[in-house]
């Protein structure tokens, strides 16, 4: 096991040391922080089963927005590619990576497609007065599985830039604003 790890190219680093890599660190862990607010704030009327349900949304948010801190930090995805590639090499399936790769996005798709579908039913009453939110977890989902499509041209859109902003830049901040700017009124006028 020791052997495998060492032929790994990741290392625990941070994953992305630029300004906007950090700035998006920030973004995603004041996000996380503003969920954790939201679900302490979260009343509705005397309704404690709805009540629960909020507060369990929102923390449930908060933690996914902390892990994908966690893993903008350690870069995460890229010790997930190289441990599939090694195991690929080892044995022998290398030349079919593709196939896998497909398979895995798709595999990716369908449990975060399953995992929303989840979420909507369990809080489609809450969810009704938080559209924002629901627009932004849709956001967040849409730009993980297009990130975990590590195809050669999904990079090239990804980096390439717009008036002087990558795509991949406005795709990830964009989803955390609007989870941010969602728990920020939550917050305000807690219900």
Same mark, same amino acid.
């Given at each position: 096991m020791v052997e495998f790890f060492s032929q790994l190219g990741w290392r625990p680093t941070i994953g992305d040391p630029s300004v906007m890599g950090w700035l998006t660190v920030a973004a995603y862990a004041l996000a996380a922080l503003m969920?954790?607010?939201?679900?302490?704030?979260?009343? *509705? =009327?005397?309704?404690? !089963?709805? /009540?629960?349900?909020?507060?369990?949304?929102?923390?449930? #948010?908060?933690?996914?927005?902390?892990?994908?801190?966690?893993?903008?930090?350690?870069?995460?995805?890229?010790?997930?590619?190289? *441990? =599939?590639?090694?195991? !690929?090499? /080892?044995?022998?399936?290398?030349?079919?990576?593709?196939? #896998?790769?497909?398979?895995?996005?798709?595999?990716?798709?369908?449990?975060a497609i399953a995992i929303f579908v989840f979420i909507v039913r369990r809080t489609r009453l809450l969810l009704k007065e938080r559209k924002l939110l629901l627009f932004g977890l849709c956001f967040m989902i849409v730009f993980i599985i297009v990130r975990a499509s590590s195809f050669h041209h999904v990079g090239v859109f990804l980096g390439t830039e717009i008036w002087g902003i990558r795509v991949n830049w406005a795709l990830e901040l964009g989803g955390i604003g609007l989870i941010a700017l969602s728990a920020a009124r939550a917050i305000r006028n807690p219900c």
């Open positions: 969920c954790f607010i939201a679900a302490s704030r979260s009343r *509705i =009327g005397e309704d404690l !089963a709805a /009540r629960a349900r909020l507060r369990r949304l929102w923390q449930w #948010v908060g933690a996914f927005m902390a892990f994908l801190c966690l893993n903008k930090q350690l870069d995460l995805q890229t010790l997930l590619t190289e *441990i =599939g590639r090694e195991w !690929a090499v /080892r044995s022998g399936w290398y030349g079919n990576r593709r196939i #896998v790769q497909f398979l895995f996005v798709m595999a990716v798709a369908i449990i």
